[in-house]
C-alpha cells in the first residue's frame, strides 16, 4: 500500500529493465524524449524512471498506468493536474548512475536529487555549482572531507530548484545553503543574505551509502517514509 508522502528507490538492473519493456507505458511525447538519449544507459534508467511513476502515480489515483497524464510545466518539470485542474498528487524523479529515485507526496510539491559517490575532486565543477562562501568553507575543510561536502551541497542545491520548478534557468552558485554534515531543515540564502525561496525545507535524506540525496518540499521534510521499490509496493 502506498503511503502519502514516501520516497521510492531502486537500483536499475535488468530485472526493472525487463518489467519496463513487458508492459509498456509511456506516452508518445515520452518514447520519443527516451530516444533522444545518446547513451544507452540514461535511455535505460529514464524509462524505467518514467515507469515506475506511471504505476505509482497510476496506483494512488485507481488509474492504469497508461491513463496517467502528465503536463510538463515552462522548465521541463512534469507534474499531474487531476480533472478540477489542480496539481495532485506531487512528485519528482531523480535518475543517477545505480540508482532511481521516486518522491511523491499527497501534501506538498517535492524536489529531490541524488549523486553517485565517486572518486574524484570535482574542482572542475567548483564554479559553476558552488557560491564563494561555499567554496571558502569546503577549500577550509580537510581535503579527504571535500569531495562529500561539494556532493551534499549540490544535491541540495538541486532539489530545491526541482522543488520550484527552476530547472536549469537557475545557476546553482547565485545561491548558499548550509556547507555542514545535517539531517535537519536547512536555510537558503541568496548572496544578500535575504532567505531564498523561504517556502521550502531542505534536508538529506539516507537512502543507500553509495549515494547522497537531499529532498526539498514545501512542508516540514521530516516526515517522509523511505523504502525501497517492489512489486509488492506496485501492487503486482
Known sequence: MLRANSIYWVKPDEDWANLSESMPCLSPAEAAKSKSYRS??????FVIGRTLLRLLVGQLLGFDATQVEFSIGPNGKPHHVDRFGFEWPFFNVSHTPGLIIIAL?????????AEHVAGGRYFE????V????EKIQICALEPSLQPRAFLRVWTRKEALLK?????ITQELSEFDVSVGDSSRILPVLRHDGQIYLSQFAVRDVSIVD???TSI????DA???EVKALTLAVLGM
Open 40 to 45: 544507452d544507459l540514461n535511455r535505460r534508467n
Open 125 to 128: 565543477l567548483y564554479d559553476h
Open 105 to 113: 507526496s499527497t501534501e506538498s510539491v517535492i524536489g529531490i536529487d
Open 216 to 219: 526539498a518540499c514545501s512542508h
Open 163 to 167: 522543488a520550484a520548478g527552476f530547472g
Open 210 to 212: 553509495s549515494h547522497l
Open 222 to 224: 521530516s516526515h517522509f
Open 130 to 133: 558552488l557560491s564563494v562562501r
